[in-house]
């Protein structure tokens, strides 16, 4: 069963949702400077799991701030995956994490 859901680009990468996994990673977290008006923010839109190391969480879904800000996702915040909050991902993410290290 494919499950798919829209979700605005705004939402999707808004990195200020007061609900985001603390275990949400970007680059921009990194960058240590001062914020500056006259140059864009990358917005470039690379993200990982703090707990994987991956851009896929520990529930096989991507792990991305739209993905991230859902209390009602089983791994936010602990990234242990609850049995009965554990759904099939929505995306094809964890055929990625079962393939990695093989040639």
């Known amino acids: 069963m494919i499950r798919t859901r829209m979700i605005r680009n705004n939402d999707r990468f808004n990195t200020n949702d007061p609900n985001l996994c603390s275990a949400l990673r970007w680059k921009g977290q990194f960058i240590l400077s001062e914020p500056d008006p006259s140059v864009p923010g990358s917005n470039d839109g690379l993200f990982w799991c703090m707990h994987t190391q ?50």
């Open 54 to 103: 991956t851009c896929i969480g520990p529930d096989g879904e991507l792990a991305e701030p739209g993905n991230c800000s859902s209390e009602s996702r089983g791994c936010h915040g602990t990234g242990q995956c609850q049995p009965e909050m554990a759904s099939e991902p929505l995306h094809s993410g964890s055929a990625l994490l079962d393939n990695r290290g093989k040639s």
